[in-house]
């Protein structure tokens, strides 16, 4: 039982951390869908949680850009992160840092 409350708070810092980063963390499927979207995400591209969570990942990505996508999903294997622009609401542009971290349930 101690473990499992250890396990309980361990997680429960990390998500405190995700959601009190300044950062925008998110998190998408191989096939582009966003599944978790943090308050820093919000602030950042002013899309809110539940206006993103099911979305396609490319709804950030200028049309121009969208290439980029399967170029970070190969890319992925080799390095963490790249630099690019992203789309916010209004269709305002912004530069972005990716960093990209494959997780297994």
Do not use: H
């Amino acid at each position: 039982m101690k473990d499992m409350d250890q396990d309980f708070l361990n997680n429960a810092r990390l998500a405190a951390i995700v959601t009190s980063a300044d950062d925008a963390i998110l998190s998408k499927t191989l096939n582009g869908v966003i599944t978790s979207w943090n308050p820093g995400a919000e602030r950042m591209f002013g899309y809110s949680a539940e206006e993103m969570i099911g979305q396609p990942i490319l709804r950030l990505i200028p049309s121009e850009r969208q290439s980029e996508e399967g170029e970070i999903l190969t890319r992925l294997e080799r390095e963490s992160g790249s630099n690019t622009t992203r789309r916010c609401v209004r269709k305002r542009m912004g530069r972005s840092s990716t960093s990209l971290s494959p997780f297994r349930p």
